[in-house]
């Protein structure tokens, strides 16, 4: 289970800091992922951290701003979001699974879904 939290409403240029809290995993062998789904919009990759706290990577509209990072000891996954647009307005999921996928940015992967927590960046 994934319990994603963190979210609210702040100002264009502002941070926030999101939490996944994993359950009922092998945290250290799983991979995890945040996705982030805009209003009128398909559900878009964020950033993924492989199991174990290795490589990390995060689309291309995040790079430079936001930083995925996890807590092993915690079995928590982070989303650091700094310098925030109004754009980056969504609801945050946090998704895990088992090992790695090479495909690690598709939805389809993840089979462990939290209920997500909602974004909000205003101008």
């Known amino acids: 289970q994934l319990q994603a939290s963190g979210g609210g409403l702040v100002q264009a240029g502002g941070s926030l800091r999101l939490s996944c809290a994993v359950s009922?995993?092998?945290?250290?062998?799983?991979?995890t992922a945040w996705f982030r789904q805009a209003p009128g919009k398909e559900r878009e990759f964020v950033a993924v951290i492989k199991r174990g706290g290795g490589s990390t990577f995060h689309a291309d509209s995040v790079k430079g701003r936001f930083t995925i990072s996890r807590d092993n000891a915690k079995n928590t996954v982070y989303l650091q979001m700094n310098s925030l647009k109004p754009e980056d307005t969504a609801v945050y999921y946090c998704a895990a699974r088992a090992g790695w996928a090479i495909a690690f940015s598709a939805e389809y992967e993840y089979s462990s879904w939290g209920p997500g927590t909602q974004v909000t960046v205003s101008s």
């Open positions: 009922g995993r092998t945290f250290s062998s799983s991979s």
